[in-house]
């Protein structure tokens, strides 16, 4: 699986779009880019996830540059709730449903400044 | 919400001392995972299973057995607990093609 880069640490103030950075220069064509947080002590939370076309879900927006060796996580209004650790993962999509073994970095620690 | 509890939610125990953690979901899901969360490490994956007593290792499964005889039950079990398996294990399921479904955890420690 290809490694992913974040930065540790991210403010944004509420109300405003926050934008989560990941680099994956090494991703392989057959390689998905998922993001899940995880909001204090709990369980970590899926997001999003993409191939290579930007998405969009109700919660935020995944654009992936055209050579696919980065992506942006977007929350278009930012909330206090969204204060939380974010992970970008990269992981082959297997012809086994469901068979997606994680491989979780240590994230970004967003916090949304009131 | 997928139905997915874990217990128990602490437990302090000593060194040497069996420990089996249970994660129990409702809906009928083929996989589940373990995993364990430390400071600077992020989640690591254990074990996984793909059915009733089908199961594999993850990355860090040196010191851990599981076991699923059931659909909805995934055990794990620590022979003899160090203190180097203090830390919060989450147990996970796959709810779709590219989700898993996180439990509340159980918060383990060993002294």
């Known amino acids: 699986d290809a490694k992913t880069t974040q930065p540790p640490s991210m403010d944004c103030a509420e109300g405003r779009a926050a934008n989560l950075p990941c680099n994956h220069s090494t991703i392989s064509g057959n390689e998905y880019v998922y993001w899940y947080r995880q909001i204090h002590s709990q369980g970590p939370q899926y997001i999003i996830h993409g191939l290579k076309n930007n998405e969009t879900n109700e919660m935020a927006s995944l654009i992936i540059t055209e050579d696919r060796k980065s992506s942006t996580l977007i929350l278009p209004h930012a909330t206090l709730r969204d204060t939380a650790v974010y992970y970008c993962i990269v992981r082959v999509a297997t012809t086994n449903f469901g068979n997606e073994k994680l491989t979780f970095g240590t994230g970004t620690r967003l916090t949304i400044i009131p | 919400d997928a139905g997915i509890t874990q217990s128990p939610r602490h437990k302090v125990t000593e060194t040497g001392t069996p420990v089996t953690l249970r994660c129990h979901q409702t809906?009928?899901?083929?996989?589940m995972y373990w995993y364990r969360q430390d400071p600077g490490h992020g989640l690591r994956l254990i074990h996984y299973?793909?059915?009733?007593?089908?199961?594999d290792k993850g990355e860090v499964s040196d010191g851990y057995s599981v076991s699923r005889s059931k659909t909805e039950d995934f055990l794990l079990t620590l022979e003899s607990a160090t203190s180097s398996q203090t830390s919060v294990y989450f147990c996970a399921i796959s709810v779709g093609p590219y989700e898993q479904y996180f439990g509340p955890g159980t918060r383990l420690t060993v002294t």
């Open positions: 809906e009928n899901h083929r996989y």
């Open positions: 299973s793909y059915g009733v007593k089908d199961t």
